[in-house]
């Protein structure tokens, strides 16, 4: 450790291992003394929750449990994610839901989640066209 360094204390009074600091300095935000971690690799913002995401995010559920006639326990999961691809828009709405216990179905929606309205959801009628086919390498949706 250098001279110039500050030394960082375990509240027992130990030193911090070098995994430690660097796991410290993550949860900080610091990348390097003085520079800032780019904001996507932040720890923080991933906790704090936007009101009106969610929101968004609670609207498609409810909207897809009463489309597809889904019990109240029904496992639904609704997602805003990036995509890379070419041609991909940059940001898109992921839901998946369960039926008769380990029945997945999934489809997207080419748009943020703020942006999804009902009408953006498949028909009803396309229920069992939206079951995922283990060999279509669609892991998540």
Not at 93 to 119: I, L, N, S, Y
């Amino acid at each position: 450790m250098h001279a110039t360094e500050r030394r960082l204390i375990q509240p027992q009074g130990r030193p911090l291992s070098d995994y430690q600091r660097a796991l410290k300095a993550w949860q900080a935000g610091r990348n390097a003394p003085g520079e800032r971690m780019p904001e996507a690799f932040r720890i923080g913002p991933v906790f704090k929750t936007d009101p009106v995401r969610t929101a968004a995010l609670e609207r498609v559920r409810a909207w897809t449990r009463e489309r597809f006639a889904l019990s109240d326990d029904a496992a639904i999961l609704v997602a805003q994610v990036t995509c890379n691809l070419p041609g991909c828009p940059p940001l898109e709405t992921v839901v998946a839901f369960w039926t008769d216990g380990a029945t997945r179905h999934q489809f997207k929606v080419f748009k943020p989640v703020a942006e999804v309205v009902a009408d953006d959801l498949p028909p009803s009628w396309m229920k069992n066209a939206l079951i995922a086919d283990e060999e279509s390498g669609f892991e998540c949706c």
